[in-house]
């Protein structure tokens, strides 16, 4: 089954310091794989995506993701966090060939809280 | 920068009444996706959308569910006799193409059903 886990429900962190949110996932076949956030009160965003090619990928905001497929994982991170980042982050993940290829299936969401 | 764009940002209606949320893809997007997060759950795909038929559709999005591009520009979602279980933010989500492309996300519509 098609899966995406994000292990932690909040990450909590000093603003200026490193953060990362955890993600792995589950897929028959290559993933394709995208971290979206969510303000309050506003849609999905998108940060980045990973498709193909090199294993770190940068989006926006100074986010940027790695794909280690042997650990099946997707982790968000960034090198030096903002009050502003504070959000709720989702992993998620499309399916090429399991024919659902217009389909995101999405992790639980992590939120995260940036403290001054 | 373009935008999805949905209304009403919040609905709230009856028990068993037809509700029609509506959303406007950006301009150059060919398909279009209606998802929902019941509240404390997971985002959930419902339903795919290109070429004016459905292209892919989850368990959820039974005959009560029907979606429409009237003209070239909205694309809605209909609930012919909402549930109570139907209360949850409804997002649209439109992209450029199916592979390599991310989906772009309306701001949602909380649909209440009372």
């Known amino acids: 089954a098609q899966s995406v886990a994000q292990p932690e429900d909040q990450v909590n962190v000093a603003e200026g310091n490193p953060l990362t949110v955890k993600c792995t996932y589950s897929v028959s076949g290559n993933p394709y794989l995208f971290w979206y956030v969510q303000y309050p009160n506003r849609g999905l965003q998108f940060l980045l995506k990973y498709i193909t090619g090199d294993n770190l990928v940068k989006g926006s905001y100074g986010f940027e993701a790695e794909f280690n497929k042997s650990q099946t994982s997707f982790h968000l991170k960034k090198p030096s966090a903002l009050v502003s980042d504070s959000a709720l982050y989702f992993c998620?993940?499309?399916?090429?060939?399991?024919?659902?290829?217009?389909?995101?299936?999405f992790g639980a969401g992590t939120r995260l809280a940036v403290h001054p | 920068e373009p935008e999805v764009t949905q209304t009403p940002s919040h609905q709230v209606t009856q028990m068993g009444q037809e509700v029609i949320l509506r959303c406007v893809p950006i301009s150059n997007h060919l398909y279009f996706y209606w998802y929902r997060q019941i509240l404390g759950q997971k985002v959930e795909f419902l339903v795919s959308?290109?070429?004016?038929?459905?292209?892919?559709k989850s368990e959820i999005f039974d005959d009560q569910f029907s979606v429409e591009r009237p003209d070239g520009s909205n694309f809605t979602l209909k609930i012919r006799s909402t549930k109570l279980e139907d209360s949850a933010m409804y997002f649209c989500?439109?992209?450029?193409?199916?592979?390599?492309?991310?989906?772009?996300f309306g701001q949602g519509t909380r649909l209440t059903v009372v």
């Open positions: 959308f290109y070429n004016n038929e459905i292209s892919e």
């Open positions: 989500a439109s992209s450029e193409r199916q592979l390599n492309t991310e989906a772009f």
């Open positions: 998620a993940v499309r399916d090429i060939l399991s024919g659902g290829y217009n389909k995101l299936i």
